[in-house]
């Protein structure tokens, strides 16, 4: 039984036409898209980076006290749940009446700190919605349970060394050292476990 298919040969299949418009031109452009996208994707990190560095290298250091959290938070993985005095606000934020969990989400606030007595370490004074004229503060974010988030609250560890850090919150004797920059940015630079 012979077919009724007639078969072409290959030369008569007509070409594809290019795709019209924006898609047309990505088809064209293909590699430059690609490398500029990994180009951006590099551009964002290092600009991350530099931002880091830069309060690292050009803040002011100050010492904060680490204070116990719930111990099943405290250690995740290779990182650590650090607390403050100012983490947990509970109404003590000027110019808000209240704090909700949720209520102020992603509001900008800014946490005045001074030394104690000791040298050594810095506490918080005050906390408000309106940005210190003069002084040393912290620039932070209220998260969705109505806590202060101010960037220093995290910090990677060594495998093996998350133990030391949360045998010393508990005995209230681990410290943070952060830099902090004259608009309140604020980078974590080390955690030191006091004697």
Known sequence: M????????LSAVPATTPAPGVIGW???????????????????????????L?????????QLRVIPV???DFLRGDYVILSYDFTRPQGRIQGLASIWPGEHKGRTVFVTIEPEGDGTHWRMTAMSVTRPTSGTYLQGKINEYGNVECGVESFFVQEGKGKAYEDAVRARRLAAEIA????????????IVED
Request: hydrophobic share 50%.
């Open 2 to 9: 012979e077919s009724n298919i007639q078969q072409r040969p």
């Open 54 to 62: 830069s309060i690292v290298m050009f803040g002011q250091t100050v």
């Open 180 to 191: 902090v920059k004259p608009d309140g940015q604020a980078a974590l630079k080390r955690l």
């Open 70 to 72: 719930d111990p099943r």
């Open 26 to 52: 990505f088809k064209r452009q293909e590699r430059a898209v690609l490398l500029a996208a990994i180009g951006l994707q590099f551009a964002v990190l290092g600009a991350m980076l530099i931002m880091r």
